[in-house]
């Protein structure tokens, strides 16, 4: 694929985790791939996994992987990244909002007053992250009059998840995306969270492992963050797209819709049923 015809896509915080899998998965698919985070070698984090691996692992699979260094507390950086995309590229095609602050106190059954204050931090990076990357993608997009900006969210915005912070981020992120696809529709730019089943990921494959009673049942038919990757591609070549913009979509059913299995042709299932739909945004506007 020629270089300008690939389609510019930023996957922040994909070191390792969701962002790494949905960033290798768009990669594979011919994308050029802006993959933020903090980690530059291995040790950064307590978990494995740089941007430079994830990027390296994109040009394997026939994308192109740039690693773009990136603390998304610092706005400062953060203008900086899309000022250089801009600058580079002139355009920008998708942003996927999935960089957040992962306690390790998260999964713990304290109740959270228990736990950790620093639970707290995912409201800044995972909630007030995204609105800033939107805003700086937001005016890449819309004098385009295309694009796409995903949330990476989940069940837990509607049902008790993990405790009231990771429940407000996500609640958060459902409604952010609602909110920015009012304003982006009339520019033919679209918005949507997307609720993610149980994945397979360093972190959650640690957990499985902790506490292999508790989650015997969700690690059989966890999805991989790859499917979710290919789900957005789906999403963004969707003729419809803008019928769903500002809309809290569920992986899972997205898939079947657009005909797409996961591992070993595995077809996770939507949890709707066990853990609650997405919440119905009232259409009224008031500015």
């Known amino acids: 694929m020629a270089a300008t015809d690939r389609r510019i896509v930023v996957v922040t915080g994909a070191s390792r985790g969701a962002g790494k ?131 990476t969210s989940s069940f837990g915005a509607g049902c008790f998840m993990h405790g009231p912070a990771y429940g407000a981020q996500k609640a958060g992120l459902d409604k ?4 920015i696809g009012v304003e982006l529709k009339p520019f033919g730019v679209a918005a949507a969270s997307i609720w993610m089943g149980p994945l397979l990921t360093e972190r959650t494959e640690r957990a499985f492992a902790e506490r292999a009673d508790q989650y015997e049942g969700f690690a059989a038919v966890a999805e991989t963050p790859q499917f979710t990757g290919r789900i957005i591609d789906a999403l963004a070549r969707d003729p419809a797209l803008m019928s769903l913009t500002g809309q809290t979509l569920i992986g899972a059913e997205l898939a079947v819709k657009y005909g797409l299995t996961d591992r070993d042709g595995k077809q996770p299932p939507s949890y709707r049923e066990m853990l609650g739909p997405p919440r119905d945004f009232h259409p009224a506007i008031i500015r």
């Open 176 to 179: 952010m995306m609602w909110d």
């Open 21 to 151: 899998g949905i960033a290798l998965a768009l990669g594979a698919l011919g994308a050029k791939v802006y993959v933020t985070g903090r980690s530059l070698q291995e040790g950064d984090a307590p978990l494995p996994g740089t941007i430079g691996a994830t990027a390296e692992e994109i040009d394997r699979r026939g994308g192109q992987g740039v690693a773009a260094h990136c603390d998304h507390r610092d706005d400062a950086q953060v203008a900086a990244l899309f000022e250089h995309i801009k600058a580079e590229d002139g355009r920008l095609d998708i942003l996927v909002n999935n960089a957040t602050a992962l306690h390790d106190d998260l999964i713990k059954p304290e109740p959270f007053w228990e736990k950790s204050l620093d639970l707290v931090d995912i409201l800044d990076i995972g909630l007030r992250s995204a609105y800033v990357a939107s805003f700086h993608a937001a005016r890449l997009m819309a004098p385009r009059g295309r694009g796409l900006i995903v949330a």
